[in-house]
């Protein structure tokens, strides 16, 4: 995955949202403790943190910062913060060497990072959704192309139906929901 695919997410979910920015995004997102406009924000600190990775390169742990978004931010704001974030982490992207690692619980790659971003993105835009009372899917091949950096254990089927399966947002038939998951992103090669 790569900076492409960060910028297709952030297309569909701004696409998405955008036109839902101006209802109450103060209740709950899906099933998350967070409300929607709480849920977006961290889409955004996510989004800077992982850049901020892919610039300075930690091999031991993350940067020691944070994205406060302000209280006042309408929804609408928000999300151009979330355009900001996927932007800054597009550009660290396009400019990591191949050889490029950071931290994330173990050496990450550039590709590992873009997944990461694009999980944040399609993820918690469903839960926006899923709060908002919107009907969304994230795309199947941005979800396909996580699984297959993010989860090599998935199973196999529709790639919507899994990730969200594996994230604990939906239901597999003959499994049980998910309640705790962890993801990929290091790699020992």
């Known amino acids: 995955m790569d900076s492409r695919d960060v910028a297709a997410a952030l297309a569909e979910a701004t696409r998405t949202l955008a036109e839902h920015a101006d209802r109450d995004w103060s209740v709950p997102a899906g099933t998350l403790e967070w409300d929607c406009r709480a849920t977006a924000a961290h889409i955004a600190h996510d989004l800077l943190a992982y850049a901020g990775q892919v610039t300075a390169m930690p091999s031991d742990a993350y940067l020691p910062m944070d994205l406060t978004v302000r209280p006042a931010a309408a929804p609408r704001?928000?999300?151009r913060i979330v355009t900001a974030a996927a932007g800054l982490l597009i550009a660290a992207l396009?400019?990591?060497g191949p050889?490029?690692?950071?931290w994330h619980w173990g050496a990450c790659d550039a590709a590992g990072f873009a997944a990461m971003g694009v999980a944040e993105i399609l993820l918690h835009t469903h839960d926006i959704t899923a709060g908002l009372g919107i009907r969304w899917q994230p795309p199947a091949p941005l979800c396909a192309a996580v699984?297959?950096?993010?989860?090599?254990d998935a199973p196999p089927g529709d790639p919507v139906?899994?990730?969200?399966w594996l994230?604990?947002?939906?239901?597999?038939?003959g499994r049980d929901r998910r309640t705790s998951w962890?993801?990929?992103a290091a790699r020992t090669t």
């Open 77 to 79: 704001d928000v999300l």
């Open 94 to 96: 396009d400019a990591a």
């Open 99 to 102: 050889g490029m690692r950071a």
């Open 147 to 152: 699984l297959e950096r993010l989860f090599p």
């Open 161 to 164: 139906p899994v990730l969200l």
């Open 167 to 173: 994230t604990g947002r939906g239901e597999l038939p």
């Open 182 to 184: 962890t993801w990929t």
